[in-house]
């Protein structure tokens, strides 16, 4: 692989750049958790710049191809020690550019770094839950599932509510995701749930038997109703 080692800091933006755009094409499948040579890239980048200075990297590596915004969101993620209400705002200035679900993902966990050191953000949090922008609510999401998984926040209406409001999502890991996350709830009020599903009684079918999977009545129920009440023929 050719890359240049050239000290970052003494180099100019543009030859920064290239050498990032160098790198990646030289990397088959390069956003993967399991790829060293992103991992020593992002390292690098974190060694040679501060936090702030960072700041002005990411943008430039935002606003460029994929393999250069992953890289950034990795970079970014290996300063989570230092995340403060800066790195809030910063992050909320680029929310509208969010193309994938990976990055939705992996800001959302950004995001749940900065509420352990800053729970202030909680209503930021969930005003971006209820927006119309999908990829914004998709960081969201992420954002609250990896606060449930950590154990961080213990209000479970506010999982449910977020549930509802994505619940109708066509992707398949968040359908995924969704279900994990109202199993987990479950698990610390089981009568919410309970409650949860048969208000939804009609929602998705992978969705329904992921919340209900430790409570096999309710599959019951809702599998007589569609007994009784058969879809209209054509």
């Given amino acids: 692989m050719s890359f240049s080692h050239k000290p970052l800091r003494?180099?100019?933006?543009?030859?920064f750049l290239h050498d990032?755009?160098?790198?990646?094409?030289?990397?088959?499948e390069f956003y993967t958790d399991k790829l060293p040579e992103m991992n020593i890239m992002a390292q690098r980048l974190h060694d040679e710049y501060t936090l702030q200075e960072f700041?002005?990297?990411?943008?430039?590596?935002?606003?460029?191809?994929?393999?250069?915004?992953?890289?950034?969101?990795?970079?970014?993620?290996?300063?989570?020690?230092e995340?403060?209400?800066a790195t809030w705002h910063f992050i909320l200035g680029r929310l509208d550019n969010v193309k994938s679900l990976d990055e939705a993902r992996y800001m959302g966990e950004i995001?749940?770094?900065?509420?352990?050191?800053?729970?202030?953000?909680?209503?930021?949090?969930?005003?971006?839950?209820?927006?119309?922008?999908?990829?914004?609510?998709?960081?969201?999401?992420?954002?609250?599932?990896?606060?449930?998984?950590?154990?961080?926040?213990?209000?479970?209406?506010?999982?449910?509510?977020?549930?509802?409001?994505?619940?109708?999502?066509?992707?398949?890991?968040?359908?995924?995701a969704?279900?994990?996350?109202?199993?987990?709830?479950?698990?610390?009020?089981?009568?919410?749930l309970k409650?949860?599903?048969l208000k939804h009684k009609k929602m998705p079918e992978g969705l329904f038997r992921a919340a209900s999977s430790s409570m096999p009545y309710l599959r019951k129920m809702r599998k007589i109703k569609k007994l009784n009440n058969p879809l209209p023929r054509r």
Avoid at 10 to 15: G, P
Avoid at 20 to 28: A, E, L, M, S
């Fill in 178 to 192: 969704l279900g994990k996350m109202l199993q987990m709830i479950g698990k610390m009020k089981k009568e919410a």
């Fill in 111 to 176: 995001m749940s770094s900065i509420y352990l050191k800053d729970t202030s953000i909680k209503r930021g949090i969930l005003e971006l839950s209820e927006q119309k922008n999908q990829w914004i609510r998709r960081v969201a999401f992420f954002c609250l599932y990896d606060l449930l998984k950590r154990k961080q926040v213990k209000e479970t209406h506010i999982f449910l509510r977020i549930v509802e409001k994505n619940m109708y999502d066509s992707d398949e890991t968040m359908q995924n």
């Fill in 20 to 28: 990032v755009k160098k790198y990646i094409k030289n990397t088959h």
């Fill in 195 to 197: 409650r949860f599903i």
């Fill in 83 to 85: 995340f403060d209400i």
């Fill in 10 to 15: 003494k180099i100019s933006n543009n030859d």
């Fill in 55 to 81: 700041y002005r990297v990411f943008t430039k590596l935002w606003h460029s191809g994929s393999g250069e915004r992953s890289l950034a969101i990795h970079t970014l993620q290996l300063y989570h020690k």
